[in-house]
């Protein structure tokens, strides 16, 4: 099973500000076949990034997702207020497709 | 509109069994494999299995293997999960997912609102 460890836990910015989440995986990750959601309280998550750089229909350009291998990096380059939410990483390309335990992205 | 829609939690005893159910519709549901996830209350997410358009590929999360069992039935668009031997542990809310493309590597981009299962006696 491929674990995901996700840092930091917490992350605290403010509006404006550029974001920077890391995903570490303990093996390679087959075909960059990582994503990266966004949840909100009391909603489903909702898909950012796949492929670990391609953004999802709808996503604006301010998320950007990089990486390969065992190393990924979300980036949000100017946080708007609704960013502020847990983010989270999943490999889908072995199975069990696991997720990382979650970044909390909260206003400073 | 694109639709997930499930049912069929609710509180059950430890050692008991329950199903639940996941409705589609807006797509053609046989063309995509199908996932569960779950989220136990504060705390984050996790994949729990997906089966196959054709259910000829099925996997398990170690922590539900030999317990649940996932099914589809492409007639009518649904998936299912069948829960057996229910612990504790098993509490959440459990979320039917789509995935973004054809295959069974993809990330999941459709999600139902989920169904809550509460294991207690």
């Known amino acids: 099973e491929i674990v995901l460890t996700q840092s930091p836990g917490t992350l605290s910015l403010s509006p404006g500000e550029r974001a920077t989440l890391s995903c570490r995986a303990s093996?390679?990750?087959?075909?960059?076949?990582l994503a990266w959601y966004q949840q909100k309280p009391g909603q489903a998550p909702r898909l950012l990034i796949y492929g670990a750089s391609s953004r999802a229909t709808g996503i604006p350009d301010r998320f950007s997702g990089s990486g390969s291998g065992t190393d990924f990096t979300l980036t949000i380059s100017r946080l708007e207020p609704e960013d502020f939410a847990v983010y989270y990483c999943?490999?889908?390309?072995?199975?069990?497709?696991?997720f990382g335990q979650g970044t909390k992205l909260e206003i400073k | 509109e694109v639709q997930l829609v499930e049912s069929g939690g609710g509180l059950v005893q430890p050692g008991r069994s329950l199903r639940l159910s996941c409705a589609a519709s807006?797509?053609?549901?046989?063309?995509?494999?199908m996932h569960w996830v779950r989220q136990a209350p504060g705390k984050g997410l996790e994949w729990v299995s997906g089966?196959?358009?054709?259910?000829?590929?099925?996997g398990y999360a170690d922590s539900v293997r030999g317990r649940f069992t996932i099914s589809r039935d492409n007639a009518k668009n649904s998936l299912f999960l069948q829960m057996n031997s229910l612990r504790a542990e098993d509490t959440a809310l459990y979320y039917c997912?789509?995935?973004?493309?054809?295959?069974?590597?993809?990330?999941?981009?459709?999600w139902g609102q989920g169904t809550m299962v509460a294991v207690s006696s």
């Open positions: 807006g797509f053609t549901f046989d063309d995509y494999a």
């Open positions: 093996q390679s990750v087959s075909s960059s076949n």
């Open positions: 999943q490999q889908y390309g072995s199975s069990p497709k696991t």
């Open positions: 089966i196959s358009w054709n259910s000829r590929n099925i």
């Open positions: 997912a789509r995935p973004n493309d054809y295959g069974d590597f993809n990330a999941l981009d459709i």
